[in-house]
Structure formats: C-alpha cells, structure tokens
C-alpha cells in the first residue's frame, strides 16, 4: 500500500496547479449555480480530508518553507524535529511539499513513524516529497488549512514565507478567540523568529491591539528535544492525551486510501 501510495505520488501530484477554475471563484460574486456548485466542492474536499486523516492517532503539524535544500540548517533541523515528534509519540502532518515539509516527514520516517501530507495544488514548489504514509491533495487553501489544524496536539513554525506566516496567525487567531483549545505552539529558530517575536512582545502589546497574556501561546527555541518536550507535557497535562489504539479504515469508505 505505501509503495503504491508513493508511486501514485509522483504521478498525480499537483496535476490539477494553477487551475482556472478556482481563480474564477475567488472574482467575486456569480450565478447562484456556479456558487452552490463551488461550495459543493469545497464540501467534498472536506469529506475527502476527513476520510483519509481520520486514523493517523495524535499528531503534530508542521509549517515552514518550501525553498529549503537538504544541506541547509532548517532543513536539518526539520529533520531532527520530525525524529524528535516520533520519539515523544506523535504522528508528523506536514504540508507534504519539499523544503522543511520534507525534512519533518523525513525525520518521522528515519524512526518508523506515522507521516502524513496536506498539499495545496500550485503551479510550482508543491511537488510530492517521498517520505509520506498518507498524503491528501486540496485545491483550496482554506480547507487545507482547516485539516492541518484539526488532527493536532500541537504546531511547530520552522522559518518560512507568508504560507508559513498565515498558517501560524490562523492558529493563533483560532486559540485567541476561543475557536480552537489552547493547543502548544513551537516556534524554531530564535533567531530567524526574533524580529516577528519582538513585534508581538513589544509593539503590539504596546499598541494594545493584542493582551499582554496572548503571547504565551507561542514558545521559541532551538532545540527539537526541547520543543518535543514541551508539546508533549502539554498535551498530557492539559488534554488527557493518551496513545490509543488506531481503528482501521473501511476501504468500502475510502478512508486511508
């Protein structure tokens, strides 16, 4: 089953970027036929995440970029992150794309663990890493950003662009208003993070456009045994996270396929 998954990977990713079709339904307002029929779409894209994430036990996401080789430093430290997730217990969810997306599946794979994709069909960048159990392809942002949050115990940003920054704001946006529980936050690289990290601590703080008490939802370090560490004690102390016993998926529903 993984061999096929990952041969049916190469062959279909991304197949569908840069479609016409979902520029056309971000213009603006349409027939109401070719709204409900996006919003059907969007519906069944849900159903399709649903079905193939249901399974993968307690998971961590990771965010980050793309446009990293495997001899840069955050790639190497993506990788040890993913290790470090597996060691502690957790499935690692990642966008499924290159960069530290792969590293992280890469790491969950050097240790037997649970590696799973959400990708997002893109003219470019978005190309199958090979490190992955489970991978869903969605045409819409915003559903895909939905399952990335939802299977989660936990989130990790490794240095990014503005899909890393926009994936980390809804989070924080989703704890801050109470939409999603006080799930951890990790933030890797201090340095890479510090401008974006005096910007919250400081400025908007001062500006009073965000509580003093909102920044503790975001923890900065260097280290992925610490990182891990942290997510974990959280997830015991906080959620009653326990290791459970992973129901199979009934192929009729094509669940985990």
């Known amino acids: 089953m993984k061999d096929e998954q990952k041969a049916s990977n190469k062959t279909e990713w991304g197949h569908f970027s840069g479609d016409q079709d979902e520029k056309d339904f971000l213009e603006g307002p349409h027939s109401r036929t070719f709204e409900f029929l996006h919003a059907f779409h969007v519906f069944s894209e849900m159903i399709k995440g649903f079905r193939r994430l249901n399974f993968i036990?307690?998971?961590?996401?990771?965010?980050?970029?793309?446009?990293?080789d495997e001899n840069h430093q955050y790639y190497v430290l993506s990788r040890e992150m993913g290790r470090e997730l597996v060691r502690h217990g957790f499935s690692v969810m990642t966008g499924g794309g290159p960069g530290v997306m792969e590293a992280a599946n890469r790491g969950a794979k050097d240790l037997m663990g649970t590696s799973i994709g959400c990708n997002i069909t893109l003219p470019r960048e978005q190309t199958p890493n090979p490190y992955l159990d489970y991978w869903v392809e969605f045409k819409y942002f915003m559903v895909r950003k939905f399952m990335l949050a939802k299977y989660s115990y936990g989130f990790v940003a490794m240095?990014?662009?503005f899909g890393t920054l926009d994936e980390l704001f809804t989070v924080l946006t989703l704890i801050q208003t109470g939409k999603m529980q006080n799930f951890p936050i990790v933030l890797m690289g201090t340095d890479f993070w510090q401008p974006l990290r005096?910007?919250?601590?400081?400025?908007?703080?001062?500006?009073?456009?965000?509580?003093?008490?909102?920044s503790k939802y975001l923890y900065f370090t260097d280290s992925p045994k610490e990182a891990a560490n942290f997510i974990q004690s959280v997830a015991l102390r906080d959620f009653n996270l326990r290791l459970r016993?992973?129901?199979?998926?009934?192929?009729?529903?094509?669940?985990?396929?």
Do not use: H, M, W
């Open 57 to 68: 036990g307690p998971c961590v996401t990771v965010f980050g970029s793309a446009r990293f």
């Open 159 to 161: 240095p990014g662009g």
């Open 198 to 214: 005096s910007l919250i601590e400081e400025r908007l703080v001062e500006a009073k456009t965000i509580n003093a008490d909102d």
């Open 245 to 257: 016993k992973v129901r199979k998926p009934t192929k009729i529903l094509g669940e985990g396929s």
